[in-house]
C-alpha cells in the first residue's frame, strides 16, 4: 500500500475540524449543529459518502469556503470523511455538539494549523491513516509563555 500525504494550510484564519462519520445525513446535522451554536460564523461542511452514489455532500453560507471544503474532500477522497470549515469562530465552541452528533464516528483533528492528512488505498476506497496537525515542539513554556497564554484565552474570552 501506497501512503498519501495531503498537505492544507489555510492560513491560520480558518478553522477546520476533520472527522469520520458514517450516514448521508451527516452533512445537514451538522450543519444544523454550527449554525445554531454560533449563528456569526461563517462556515462550510463537506461530506465524502462511501456508498450509494458515492458524491461529495455539503452545505454552507460560504462559497469561498464552500469551494475549498468540497476541494479537499476530493483530493482526500476517503470514504465517511467529513470537513467543517469555519471563520469568525473557533472548533472549540462546538466541538462537544459535534463528537455528540449521532453519525459522527471520531475526529481527527480540531486546528488553525497547516495539516496534513495521511490516507491510503485499498479495495476501491481511500482512509484515513493519521494527521499531522502543525509543527513539533521546539522546547519547553517558560514562566512569561505561561502569563502569555493565560493572557491569549483572556483576550479570547475563555478565561477571567
Do not use: W
Not at 61 to 76: G, P, R, S
Not at 107 to 119: G, K, S
Request: hydrophobic share 40%; charged share 25%.
Amino acid at each position: 500500500m501506497e501512503i498519501k500525504a495531503h498537505y492544507f494550510d489555510l492560513g491560520g484564519e480558518i478553522n477546520m475540524i476533520f472527522g469520520q462519520s458514517h450516514f448521508i445525513k451527516t452533512v445537514d446535522d451538522l450543519a444544523e449543529i454550527v449554525g445554531a451554536s454560533i449563528p456569526q460564523s461563517k462556515y462550510a461542511i463537506a461530506f465524502n459518502e462511501a456508498s450509494g452514489d458515492a458524491l461529495i455532500r455539503y452545505q454552507s453560507n460560504d462559497e469561498e469556503l464552500e469551494k475549498k471544503a468540497i476541494e479537499m474532500m476530493q483530493t482526500t477522497a476517503c470514504g465517511h470523511t467529513f470537513i467543517i470549515l469555519l471563520k469568525n469562530a473557533f472548533p472549540i465552541q462546538i466541538m462537544a455538539k459535534v463528537k455528540a452528533c449521532d453519525e459522527v464516528a471520531r475526529i481527527f483533528c480540531a486546528t488553525a494549523n497547516p495539516v496534513t492528512i495521511l490516507t491510503t488505498e485499498a479495495n476501491n476506497g481511500a482512509g484515513v491513516i493519521g494527521v499531522i496537525d502543525g509543527v513539533s515542539p521546539k522546547g519547553v513554556e517558560s514562566d512569561s509563555d505561561k502569563i502569555a497564554r493565560r493572557d491569549l484565552l483572556k483576550r479570547f474570552g475563555y478565561k477571567f
